[in-house]
């Protein structure tokens, strides 16, 4: 499993509303984060819809964070661009193993991947954008709190 880069540019432009505290447009945000403005415009959909963001017409138009960063997890932000976390194809709820069927209790993978995917999304679910922005929390102190 992999985190796409959709989903990790979703949280550089959820971080960088969050940092802006304010409306800022879909070319300052893609110029600030290394994003192509096109797949910046395209996020800032997804984030519409998912209720993150909102967006503001005018001449003074652009996006906002509708939620405040202390409420926004990066497990929030990167499972509604890719959607449930998990390691493994076998624990999507659909999936029928050719070995045990649909049940999959029978098999230790299917168990043993269920585990790595929720422990990694409690972790991911432990941090908060507005965490993650704070200039007085050094890297070392925001990994201490998912160890």
């Known amino acids: 499993m992999r985190i796409t880069q959709e989903a990790d540019y979703a949280l550089r432009i959820t971080t960088a509303l969050a940092a802006a505290g304010a409306v800022c447009g879909a070319a300052e945000i893609a110029e600030s984060e290394g994003v192509p403005v096109r797949f910046a415009h395209k996020i800032l959909r997804k984030l519409m819809q998912g209720g993150i963001v ?83 929390t050094s890297h070392e102190e925001k990994l201490n709190k998912i160890i």
Do not use: W
């Open 54 to 136: 909102s967006s503001h017409v005018g001449a003074k138009g652009g996006y906002s964070l509708l939620s405040p960063p202390d409420q926004l997890t990066l497990l929030d932000i990167v499972e509604l661009i890719d959607g449930p976390l998990t390691v493994s194809k076998c624990a999507d709820e659909n999936y029928v193993c050719s070995k045990n069927g649909t049940c999959k209790q029978k098999c230790i993978y299917h168990c043993i991947f269920n585990t790595i995917s929720a422990e990694l999304a409690e972790k991911m679910r432990l941090l908060t954008i507005a965490e993650i922005i704070d200039p007085n």
